[in-house]
């Protein structure tokens, strides 16, 4: 008995034979302008027996697709001739090439693996010669971009689209595709932590300049921390104006012992990444019902410091008594009732903080502790420390 891994092992074999490169269970070819592959696969009544069925499909895309791609999507990603190869026919960032040839046969147990399998090759060569005669360039291949039964408001051929007409030198026509199906609220089939690949494509279809622009503005505004007992903490970059901060999700989520704190800081700017007067941030910790809620901002040049982080209050009488205590899994931080806060005004203040870079007015500020512009600690007054 034949069984698949048989069948599947002589179809690497008349790949090989006829001059094909193999990857992933694809045979393919490479030229100057296209990359073509053909796939086999292999119905069978029972699994491990042998098929009752061979088929396979061709599909061919152009080189300048991913390259296209690759440039607005990932242009900091550096890659070798290998990869770059690899990465077209099973790359997770990829344009879907387009099917040109469908088929099947049936297959006995008299029928010999390699003959069959030389004879679907050949019909793969066959089949992309008359393709690329046809088509022989970027431009001509965007005349048939879509295969029939293609939906071309499908993501990944929309894609292809985009790609094709950006590497055939209309970018303008690529640049309307893309924001038409933004504005339908499509996001393509990828993105990255900055924005999804419509957003780049219809960036990248306008220029260098329009680009650079765009990708300016996906600068980080923000990092957004969360501390947990129960895991490592983690933190992610937000972009203010481009994402959502669902502050009050997270912090109603706290426990005080598995998830008990985040930490919004500001970016610094370009150049003062070690400048301990530009660290600002705001940070809470406690439970959902009761928590502390901190600010680190300029100030405390009055005695000696650039940087202060305070407890942030609600307005009350002076002097009032530092009774309650927000129990944290490290600590135990002691704070007045006026500095308590629960989850929902924490999340107002998060949010006015995320949009405005500041704290309301509306809240006293009490100094904790003081940054010195080494990096050094400096004690506030009011906390029993002495000016310096």
């Not at 990444?273 to 959902?288: I, K, S």
């Not at 704070?335 to 308590?340: P, Y």
């Not at 107002?348 to 704290?359: A, E, I, K, P, S």
Request: proline share 6%; aromatic share 8%.
């Amino acid at each position: 008995m034949i069984g698949t891994k048989e069948w599947s092992a002589a179809f690497r074999r008349a790949c090989r034979r006829h001059g094909m490169r193999f990857v992933s269970d694809e045979g393919f070819l490479v030229d100057d302008v296209y990359i073509s592959s053909i796939g086999l696969y292999l119905r069978t009544a029972k699994a491990g027996w042998n098929p009752e069925e061979v088929g396979w499909t061709i599909e061919i895309k152009p080189l300048a697709l991913d390259e296209v791609l690759w440039a607005a999507f990932m242009p900091e990603v550096s890659m070798g001739p290998r990869m770059r190869v690899n990465r077209r026919i099973n790359g997770a960032f990829q344009i879907r090439a387009r099917t040109i040839d469908t088929g099947n046969r049936s297959v006995s147990k008299a029928d010999q693996p390699d003959q069959v399998c030389d004879e679907i090759v050949e019909h793969y060569l066959a089949v992309r010669s008359e393709f690329i005669t046809r088509h022989p360039t970027v431009a001509d291949f965007l005349t048939v971009v879509h295969a029939p039964g293609d939906d071309p408001a499908r993501p990944i051929h929309l894609q292809r689209e985009i790609t094709t007409l950006i590497a055939a030198g209309n970018g303008q026509r690529a640049a309307e595709l893309a924001e038409a199906a933004l504005a339908r609220g499509e996001h393509g089939t990828m993105s990255n932590s900055r924005a999804n690949v419509l957003e780049l494509l219809a960036a990248y279809a306008k220029g260098p300049d329009a680009y650079a622009a765009f990708m300016k503005s996906l600068t980080p505004t923000h990092r957004l921390q969360w501390i947990r007992e129960d895991r490592p903490s983690v933190w992610v970059e937000l972009v203010r104006g481009r994402h959502r901060g669902n502050f009050a999700a997270d912090l109603l989520q706290f426990d005080g012992t598995n998830t008990w704190a985040i930490v919004l800081e500001q970016c610094p700017p370009d150049g003062a990444e070690h400048d301990q007067a530009a660290v600002r941030y705001l940070q809470a910790a406690g439970t959902a019902e009761a928590m502390t809620v901190e600010v680190r901002q300029p100030g405390g040049q009055q005695w000696g410091a650039v940087s202060v982080r305070s407890a942030l209050g609600h307005p009350a009488p002076p002097g009032a008594a530092r009774d309650v205590a927000i129990v944290l899994p490290r600590s135990t931080e002691t704070v007045c009732q006026s500095e308590v806060f629960t989850a929902e005004e924490a999340a107002c203040l998060f949010d006015t903080y995320y949009q405005t870079g500041v704290v309301s007015d509306d809240y006293t500020l009490r100094p904790i502790e003081g940054y010195a512009g080494d990096g050094g600690y400096v004690q506030p007054p009011s906390q029993g420390g002495q000016l310096t």
